[in-house]
């Protein structure tokens, strides 16, 4: 089992940034790829950003390229999520995610969620 623990949510005026982060725990000896999905309310989740278990590789949605930058310190045990840019449509319950494969609808395990609030 791994826990996941999300952080470094809140309120920001658009244009400005937030950094999230996300701890892992438990059984962190996996060499998982971690990575962020967001969800409002109303809508379905939607993927943001993911990043392999090295580092080497990363995603993102189109909706957040050249805005948001995630990466991750496997010493820590810690992925982040670089926001800058914000716009009032990234509002939303961030949740970070872990699993073999990660989507907006598959990981093998969730963090509970950081509320971003992005005010224009």
């Known amino acids: 089992q791994v826990q996941l623990v999300e952080s470094g949510g809140g309120w920001v005026q658009a244009g400005g940034s937030l950094r999230l982060s996300c701890a892992a725990s438990g059984r962190t000896s996996t060499r998982y790829a971690m990575g962020w999905i967001r969800q409002t309310p109303g809508k379905e989740r939607e993927f943001v950003a993911v990043?392999?278990?090295?580092?080497?590789?990363?995603s993102y949605a189109d909706s957040v390229k050249g805005r948001f930058t995630i990466s991750r310190d496997n010493a820590k045990n810690t992925v982040y999520l670089q926001m800058n840019s914000l716009k009032p449509e990234d509002t939303a319950v961030y949740y970070c995610a872990a699993g073999p494969l990660i989507t907006s609808a598959q990981a093998d395990y969730w963090g509970q969620g950081t509320q971003v609030t992005v005010s224009s």
């Open positions: 990043i392999s278990w090295s580092g080497g590789w990363s």
